[in-house]
């Protein structure tokens, strides 16, 4: 079965739609991508200090203790936020057909939220940060992110009621999910935490906020993205829309149990960090046979990988969504988790989510979505491939050495007579492939943002036919004719 081809009238409101999304969705894209650039030039710049903590001693600024909390709230809110909301903002209206009717009101909550996170870097930087991972920042800013945030998503709501489809698609389904459990989340743990809550409540609901941020936020849109392109690409429907259903509702149902399992020994109820540790092994299955339904969505059509850019990004953030799935369950079990809750394995983790699967997920919708809202192509195959790899062996080449450096520390931690300096000096090696893997990965991002930049600037190829991989630009008018897929 194939996915019926669009009429030209069809082809005419698509049009339209991305014609009325082109600046907000640019904005935020760009946005994104600059923030990306900083973020991993301070991951860098963090792993070093981390390898070699006699640098830059007469500096404040420059200890460990306030460069990565910039680099993590830099890749979060500044990289993946931003991204997330402009995919969000485009595959709504076009799941939908719905046009964006306040395009000047969302650049405005764009500049509001990108100015918001410039005071909390200063702040942070400066030594006001508070040590929260993820809510590092005054709490006196974090309703500044709460208003540019409902500013930005209430538009996704009308647009959803007002779909021409009485029954919607799986995307949508995600999107809104999106959409209204990220307030939920942020909401929560910023009045708990700011109202004065004990610390070890402080701690437990911080453990709760950077779970669900997952699992609420970037696993949902990743999803959506996926649940997209990946049919639309291959020229069919999805394999089982059941599956898909049972999916969402099992990440809905089991997400806001998570988190706890980050300090399972600790000044908690025991049964707080068993619960999270079976949520967590439970959403395993739902990843599991949610990836596995995408895959046989391409049985037959594996081809397409070779030419499709979109394609390539979003399969590869869909598999390392799997891997983080497995391994995030094996670390919410006491007999792994018990030695590795405090090394390095929980960095890996969060990077591996956080770049792995989210952000190349999220590569593959702009690969998709920007030239379409700027009726040109990218410039460059060639660029766009060394785009993928250089990510690709960054992030294996981070979450390698963490995850192993993380074990090899857990070991050590767990000799009783051991210092946690021995700990730290025995994994130190490790932290060398940190930095090279941010090297890496900011040179993919340079390309990237190049690349991106030129789009924004018009300088786009504006002959016909798409940038692939492994064809000549314009060569062929899709991925499915150069494959020799029908």
């Not at 964006?100 to 870097?121: C, D, F, Q, S």
């Not at 702040?123 to 991972?133: F, K, N, T, V």
């Not at 707080?272 to 739902?286: H, K, N, Q, T, W």
């Not at 030129?454 to 798409?466: C, E, I, N, V, W």
């Given at each position: 079965?194939?996915?019926?081809?669009?009429?030209?009238?069809?082809?005419?409101?698509?049009?339209?739609?991305?014609?009325?999304?082109?600046?907000?969705?640019?904005?935020?894209?760009?946005?994104?991508?600059?923030?990306?650039?900083?973020?991993?030039?301070?991951?860098?710049?963090?792993?070093?200090?981390?390898?070699?903590?006699?640098?830059?001693?007469?500096?404040?600024?420059?200890?460990?203790?306030?460069?990565?909390?910039?680099?993590?709230?830099?890749?979060?809110?500044?990289w993946a936020m931003q991204a997330g909301i402009g995919v969000m903002l485009w595959l709504m209206a076009r799941l939908t057909r719905s046009r964006i009717e306040h395009p000047v009101a969302l650049i405005v909550a764009g500049h509001i939220w990108n100015v918001g996170l410039a005071v909390a870097v200063v702040a942070i930087w400066a030594g006001a940060g508070?040590?929260?991972?993820?809510?590092?920042?005054?709490?006196?800013?974090?309703?500044?992110?709460?208003?540019?945030?409902?500013?930005?998503?209430?538009?996704?709501?009308?647009?959803?009621?007002?779909?021409?489809?009485?029954?919607?698609?799986?995307?949508?389904?995600?999107?809104?999910?999106?959409?209204?459990?990220?307030?939920?989340?942020?909401?929560?743990?910023?009045?708990?935490?700011?109202?004065?809550?004990?610390?070890?409540?402080?701690?437990?609901?911080?453990?709760?906020?950077?779970?669900?941020?997952?699992?609420?936020?970037?696993?949902?849109?990743?999803?959506?993205?996926?649940?997209?392109?990946?049919?639309?690409?291959?020229?069919?429907?999805?394999?089982?829309?059941?599956?898909?259903?049972?999916?969402?509702?099992?990440?809905?149902?089991?997400?806001?149990?998570?988190?706890?399992?980050?300090?399972?020994?600790?000044?908690?109820?025991?049964?707080?960090?068993?619960?999270?540790?079976?949520?967590?092994?439970?959403?395993?299955?739902?990843?599991?046979?949610?990836?596995?339904?995408?895959?046989?969505?391409?049985?037959?059509?594996?081809?397409?990988?070779?030419?499709?850019?979109?394609?390539?990004?979003?399969?590869?953030?869909?598999?390392?969504?799997?891997?983080?799935?497995?391994?995030?369950?094996?670390?919410?079990?006491?007999?792994?988790?018990?030695?590795?809750?405090?090394?390095?394995?929980?960095?890996?983790?969060?990077?591996?989510?956080?770049?792995?699967?989210?952000?190349?997920?999220?590569?593959?919708?702009?690969?998709?979505?920007?030239?379409?809202?700027?009726?040109?192509?990218?410039?460059?195959?060639?660029?766009?491939?060394?785009?993928?790899?250089?990510?690709?062996?960054?992030?294996?080449?981070?979450?390698?050495?963490?995850?192993?450096?993380?074990?090899?520390?857990?070991?050590?931690?767990?000799?009783?007579?051991?210092?946690?300096?021995?700990?730290?000096?025995?994994?130190?090696?490790?932290?060398?492939?940190?930095?090279?893997?941010?090297?890496?990965?900011?040179?993919?991002?340079?390309?990237?943002?190049?690349?991106?930049?030129?789009?924004?600037?018009?300088?786009?190829?504006?002959?016909?036919?798409?940038?692939?991989?492994?064809?000549?630009?314009?060569?062929?008018?899709?991925?499915?004719?150069?494959?020799?897929?029908?």
């Amino acid at each position: 079965m194939t996915v019926p081809q669009p009429t030209p009238e069809d082809l005419k409101e698509r049009a339209a739609i991305d014609r009325s999304a082109r600046y907000p969705v640019m904005f935020f894209f760009t946005s994104a991508a600059a923030w990306l650039l900083f973020a991993t030039v301070m991951g860098f710049v963090s792993s070093l200090k981390l390898r070699n903590p006699e640098l830059w001693d007469g500096c404040a600024f420059m200890g460990y203790g306030r460069l990565f909390p910039v680099h993590f709230n830099t890749l979060v809110y500044g990289w993946a936020m931003q991204a997330g909301i402009g995919v969000m903002l485009w595959l709504m209206a076009r799941l939908t057909r719905s046009r964006i009717e306040h395009p000047v009101a969302l650049i405005v909550a764009g500049h509001i939220w990108n100015v918001g996170l410039a005071v909390a870097v200063v702040a942070i930087w400066a030594g006001a940060g508070r040590s929260i991972p993820l809510l590092d920042f005054p709490g006196w800013l974090w309703p500044v992110f709460a208003v540019s945030y409902a500013m930005t998503v209430v538009w996704l709501i009308p647009m959803f009621q007002g779909r021409r489809n009485t029954l919607f698609y799986i995307s949508e389904l995600y999107l809104v999910g999106a959409a209204v459990w990220f307030p939920w989340i942020f909401l929560t743990a910023n009045l708990l935490i700011n109202r004065g809550s004990a610390p070890v409540m402080g701690a437990g609901v911080n453990a709760w906020y950077l779970s669900n941020l997952l699992y609420f936020w970037m696993v949902p849109i990743a999803l959506a993205v996926a649940y997209y392109i990946i049919p639309k690409i291959a020229g069919r429907p999805i394999y089982s829309y059941p599956l898909a259903q049972g999916g969402f509702w099992l990440l809905a149902v089991l997400a806001g149990w998570t988190g706890f399992s980050r300090y399972m020994g600790g000044p908690f109820p025991a049964w707080m960090p068993a619960v999270s540790g079976a949520a967590s092994i439970f959403i395993l299955l739902a990843v599991v046979a949610t990836v596995a339904n995408l895959l046989l969505t391409l049985e037959g059509r594996t081809k397409l990988w070779n030419f499709s850019p979109s394609l390539r990004f979003t399969v590869m953030g869909m598999l390392m969504l799997a891997v983080w799935a497995v391994l995030s369950a094996m670390g919410s079990t006491f007999v792994f988790g018990r030695n590795l809750q405090f090394t390095h394995f929980t960095a890996g983790l969060d990077m591996l989510a956080i770049y792995g699967f989210f952000s190349m997920t999220m590569f593959g919708a702009f690969y998709f979505i920007v030239p379409r809202i700027t009726a040109s192509e990218w410039p460059s195959g060639n660029r766009i491939r060394t785009h993928f790899w250089y990510s690709t062996y960054g992030i294996i080449t981070i979450i390698a050495v963490t995850l192993v450096g993380g074990i090899a520390q857990g070991s050590d931690l767990a000799v009783w007579d051991r210092t946690f300096s021995v700990s730290f000096t025995n994994s130190a090696a490790y932290i060398v492939g940190r930095c090279l893997a941010w090297v890496l990965i900011g040179w993919s991002n340079l390309v990237f943002l190049h690349q991106l930049a030129l789009m924004f600037l018009g300088k786009g190829r504006k002959s016909s036919g798409p940038t692939l991989i492994h064809s000549e630009p314009g060569q062929v008018p899709s991925a499915r004719e150069a494959a020799g897929v029908s």
